[in-house]
Nanobody, 124 residues
Framework: QVQLVASGGGSVQAGGSLRLSCAVS????????MGWVRQAPGKEREGVAS???????NYADSVKGRFTISKDNAVNILYLQMNSLKPEDTALYYC??????????????????WGLGTQVTVSS
């Protein structure tokens, strides 16, 4: 089972930035897809960004150009740099993983392992 521990959420004004971090044990698998998923109150979970062991990266259209997903293989950390935040980015953000697979070329996989969420609140 993959373990994920996310941190870095908080409150920020519109236009501000936050960086989320997630310690992931999925690195021990040679093929993996890791990503960030968010859920706003009253809404379904939506994929935000994903990256796999081969370097394939996907973003939701709503965050393209503002968010950047990256990973540090040396310390097994997944990051989500969020810039130009908007009130509609307010949500509980989860890091997630699926092992023994690559990320799809488009969209997001059905992640199988989840960390606890970290709250991001953007005020106008």
């Amino acid at each position: 089972q993959v373990q994920l521990v996310a941190s870095g959420g908080g409150s920020v004004q519109a236009g501000g930035s936050l960086r989320l971090s997630c310690a992931v044990s999925a690195y021990r698998y040679s093929r993996n897809c890791m990503g960030w998923v968010r859920q706003a109150p009253g809404k379904e979970r939506e994929g935000v960004a994903s990256i796999d062991s081969q370097g394939i990266i996907n973003y939701a259209d709503s965050v393209k150009g503002r968010f950047t997903i990256s990973k540090d293989n040396a310390v097994n950390i997944l990051y989500l740099q969020m810039n130009s935040l908007k009130p509609e980015d307010t949500a509980l953000y989860y890091c997630a993983a699926k092992v023994h697979t690559s990320c799809p070329n488009y969209g997001f996989p059905v992640f199988e392992d989840w960390g606890l969420g970290t709250q991001v609140t953007v005020s106008s």
